[in-house]
């Protein structure tokens, strides 16, 4: 590397840049961990705060808030089962039964090792690979993204993994409910039935804290049992040691789903128009079908923690591979980070790269010191999970019903989407009863518009014939292995009932 490449690096390594490293990594985990205040929305505040620093602080303040937020999400998943971002959602369902085991500390402490190992692995792969698997993500038409968006239904709906066509329900459902709202395409209002605040749709955020965060608190306050937890011991520096080191030593031990994890995240990550959300579930149930022990799933599996956050956090430097190479923003929060590289001079596009070659090794050593920043702080605030895990239902879950309506309303500051959050709380309450995931439902949501727009226009573009979603090389993979993604479950589930 030549000098221009040092002093941009060693940038980074000023008192001011460490000092707002560490503010804004902190800022994002709590912001992560407060249901429905995602990183998205911390990213887009902060930006025009960045105004008054230098272009490299700037990104630190960005980027730190996002990683951060992106990891925070695990936090009160694990806590309360709850997911403070969309991307967490897996990690709650695995995590929460850990810490009804008394294990929250140590998963805590597991999620955080997790999260830094793959946005690192993720991190060599952008450095490595960036130009090859930015194009080959170009090579992704409109009938390969909407086989991907039901690839991620069918995904949810095996998680049900005792009556998979529950999940298959819950998820359609959630892509009806994604239709509601404005046409992509023509401009109409479908579904609205005259109600004003449906005609915008319904928002992920407050549809997400409801199923997830009011329907846990009404659970919790109905059936108190239910939500015991396992006697906490206080944690020493010792222990807390102890269990970083148990840490590190599972992830050897699971080296290979680590690594394959964290290459599935890069790669979603990659493709424009995913996000962590989606490489949290597909890592999730790429483990759950390699595991040797299924049956643990879903009851506090330690593969599945680690899948879901290796991958949630190995996307979050796959996000930057079509950024840098394209100037295309993959998802929101590569939007509003183009956003703020324009108001600091950087003028981005498919010569970004070109003009600005040693860019991406400044991203390269700042998304390191993210990684390791949080890892550090994450540690740290463990023991003080511990403290919150000793307090009653009957006093932290009136809390998580005040944070929930917080977040429900500061997603788009509309007191409709209250409304929304209470109604999917009763509906999440109501599919817990019923033993439904509501997860299939919030990933309908999810991948609603990804897969209408994308049939749609594909139909178009195909002239209205449905050849090119099966003749296409890849959609025909795709195709294929959504068959056999769909038929594998009923078809164990009907030998589950001949045994």
């Known amino acids: 590397m030549g000098n221009a490449v040092q002093l941009e690096i060693m940038s980074l390594f000023n008192l001011e840049s460490l000092l707002l490293l560490a503010a804004s990594t902190l800022a994002g985990i709590i912001i992560g961990a407060l249901p429905g205040l995602t990183a998205t929305m911390g990213v887009s505040l902060l930006v025009s705060t960045t105004l008054g620093l230098g272009p490299a602080n700037a990104l630190v303040v960005m980027v730190g808030v996002f990683l951060g937020g992106i990891y925070g999400g695990s936090r009160s998943a694990i806590l309360l089962n709850v997911p403070g971002t969309p991307s967490s959602a897996a990690t709650a369902l695995e995590g929460f039964p850990l810490t009804k085991q008394g294990e929250g500390i140590r998963a805590g402490v597991m999620v955080t090792t997790a999260s830094a190992t793959g946005g690192i692995i993720g991190l060599c792969i952008l450095m490595l ?55 992509g395409i023509y401009g109409g209002t479908r579904f609205a039935f005259g ?6 749709g319904i928002s992920l955020v407050p549809a997400m804290v409801g199923l997830f965060g009011l329907s846990e608190a009404i659970s919790a306050l109905a059936d108190p049992e239910s939500h015991a937890i396992a ?38 990550g990659a493709i424009p128009g995913t996000g962590e959300d989606i490489a949290s579930w597909v890592a999730y149930d790429s483990a759950r079908r390699a595991s040797k022990e299924k049956e643990k799933f879903g009851h506090g599996s330690w593969e599945g923690l680690i899948a879901s956050e290796t991958a949630n956090n190995a996307c979050t430097s796959g996000v930057f591979i079509p950024m840098l190479t ?174």
């Open 129 to 183: 690979l960036a130009h090859p698997i930015s194009k080959a993500a170009m090579l992704i038409g409109y009938w390969e993204f909407f086989w991907l968006g039901m690839f991620g239904i069918v995904i949810c709906g095996s998680m049900s993994a005792e009556r998979p066509y529950k999940g298959l329900v819950s998820g359609m459902a959630g892509l009806l409910i994604s239709c509601i709202g404005i046409d």
């Open 195 to 200: 109600v004003t605040g449906l005609k915008a």
């Open 231 to 268: 006697n906490v011991k206080n944690t020493t520096i010792g222990d807390l040691l102890g269990y970083v080191k148990e840490s590190f030593s599972m992830l050897r031990h699971h080296a290979k789903l680590v690594i394959s994890s964290a290459a599935i995240g890069t790669m979603i």
């Open 326 to 499: 394209l100037g295309i923003a993959g998802d929101a929060v590569s939007a509003i980070l183009l956003g703020g590289l324009q108001l600091h001079g950087y003028q981005t596009g498919p010569n970004f790269m070109a003009d600005n070659p040693n860019f991406i090794y400044f991203i390269g050593v700042l998304l390191l010191l993210v990684n390791l920043m949080f890892m550090i702080e994450g540690t740290l605030i463990t023991p003080v999970i511990g403290k919150v895990l000793q307090i009653r239902v009957g006093i932290i879950m009136p809390i998580v019903v005040v944070l929930s309506v917080i977040g429900a309303y500061a997603a788009n500051v509309r007191t409709f989407d209250i409304a929304v959050m209470v109604v999917f709380g009763f509906i999440g309450f109501l599919f817990k009863k019923l033993h439904i995931s509501p997860a299939p439902m919030a990933l309908g949501i999810i991948l609603g518009s990804l897969v209408e727009l994308n049939y749609r226009r594909g139909l178009m573009a195909g002239k209205y014939s449905l050849s090119l979603f099966i003749t296409r090389p890849v959609s025909a993979v795709l195709a294929l292995l959504l068959v056999v993604f769909v038929v594998m479950p009923i078809i164990r589930d009907r030998r589950g009932k001949a045994k």
